[in-house]
């Protein structure tokens, strides 16, 4: 594809909700928002462009409003994810203006905090403090992608004679809404290599690297692998297809583990160590 331009499909119907558009009912969708990645990094790179309801554009950029933020937020060091000279003064803008729709604040008073007390011997005890950075719901995470993934796969088997596309095949699993810092976990790894060879049907980076996808075919199986990563700072990586082989694959991923520990507040805690990803071993969007 062009690494300089936008496609543009002239569709019939949504191809998020299947509905036939109307002038009274269709609105312009560009599938990467210009305002969720940098602003500027869009120019001159590619980008699909259709048309959707209105009720899934809006619902798609609610979603992108707080994702969009937090993913360009840098980390609880004050370390940026990215190199992008926008990309701080992006993040920095949203902070105040975006608001988390986890906890009802301005994404920068989002960071979750959480006070764990314990006894170490008797008569002696321990409190523990730890704030993280401002966190995305999972289910959003995966809505947000289910568009992109569908708005491509409608693009991919885009018909221009009847202006459509099939919906995403079979049934979306997912499998894991990760920020940078774990990349490299048992699940996400496992995931990498289990799909590496699968045929590439779309991969592609554009918006000077702030947005990757790739959609994978299984050769012999009707599954399709979906991942992308959001302002280098966020993977959602997903599958479709008949609901038996996507149980007889996620049987096969390792689990999460972690250590639970108690707020004193009530709340609960699942931590473990992070494992990050050397760039060398990240071909999950390997052309």
Known sequence: MPSNRVVILRNRVCPYCRIDLSPGNESTEHVVGRKFVPKGTLENQ??????????????????????????????????????????????????????????????????PNLVVKGELAKGVSVTFNFTGQAVISPERAFDLAAYHFQAFFFYLTFNPGDGCGPELPGVYAEIQAVSKRDWGNDVARAFMARTRSWEPQLVFTTASGHFRLAIRKHPDKQMWSLATEWNENYRVMALCGEESDLREFMSGLPAMGGEVYRGADGSTLIARTEKQLATEDDDLFAP
């Open 46 to 111: 590619w980008n699909l462009i259709l048309k959707a309801c209105d009720n899934c554009n809006g619902n798609k950029a609610d979603l992108e409003d707080d994702i969009s933020a937090i993913t360009m937020q840098p980390d609880v060091s004050g370390q940026h994810f990215g190199s992008h000279p926008q990309l701080a003064k992006d993040a920095a803008h949203k902070a105040t203006k975006a608001s988390s729709r986890h906890t009802g604040k301005a994404v920068g008073d989002s960071q």
